[in-house]
């Protein structure tokens, strides 16, 4: 895309970060956070979600609670697929209680 003069724009950059969620590459989907924010777009509960739910997936838990204070102190609803996403990877640490 940039080789094209194509700049990356919401839907792009929550693409890759939901991607590299996905296959674990958290240190990727935060640098591009960064580099969207820096960008002056900002993330939206697609991004907070995404970034959530690989956090959950790698086991840690108390980063992806750090997020989620910070989403909902940015004015961000969580939705199902937000809690959804605690709920497995605090069970899955074997926290449950934490979900409670």
Sequence with gaps: MLNRGIEPDLVTYNTLISGYSKKGNMQEAFRLREEMSGKGLNPTILTY????????????????????????KKGFVPNDNTYISMIQGFSEEGNLHEVL
């Design 49 to 72: 979600n995404a970034l959530i739910r690989g956090l959950c997936r790698k086991r840690d838990g108390e980063e992806a609670e750090k997020l989620l204070k910070e989403m909902v």
